[in-house]
Every structure is written in structure tokens, then in C-alpha cells.
């Protein structure tokens, strides 16, 4: 199953914020958008999908490009 995980992140000029992520069993990518609601809504998808833990890196970069 598909969850959303949530990391702090620090930009350049010291600010501190909220980022969230996708992970599946060993598979973790962190940090790919900073609105929370969007990534509830993806990771809802993915698993309503049952997408592939092997298709993780495509998805992100396609949930990103949209």
C-alpha cells in the first residue's frame, strides 16, 4: 500500500518547510511537493490504481509534470 510521508526541509535562505513524499514497502521518494492535499490525492490514486512499485520514479516525475 501506497502512503504519503512528510520530511522538513531548509531552503537556501533558512526557512523551514513541511515536504511530502511517496513511499511503498522500500521504496521511498521524499520531498516532491509541498502541498500536502495534492500529495493525499496522488498517493489515493495510486493506490486505487494499484500501481507498480517498479513504476514509482515514472509516476513521480509524471505527477510532477502534469
Known amino acids: 500500500m501506497w502512503q504519503m510521508t512528510t520530511a522538513r526541509v531548509r531552503s537556501e535562505s533558512g526557512e523551514v518547510f513541511e515536504s511530502y513524499g511517496i513511499k511503498i514497502n522500500s521504496t521511498v521518494i ?35 509534470g502534469r
Do not use: G, P, Q
Request: hydrophobic fraction near 40%.
Open 30 to 64: 521524499d520531498d516532491i511537493s509541498l502541498d500536502k492535499e495534492e500529495t493525499e490525492k496522488f498517493v489515493e490514486l495510486l493506490n486505487r490504481l494499484d500501481a507498480s512499485e517498479l513504476h514509482a520514479y515514472d509516476l513521480v516525475e509524471d505527477f510532477l
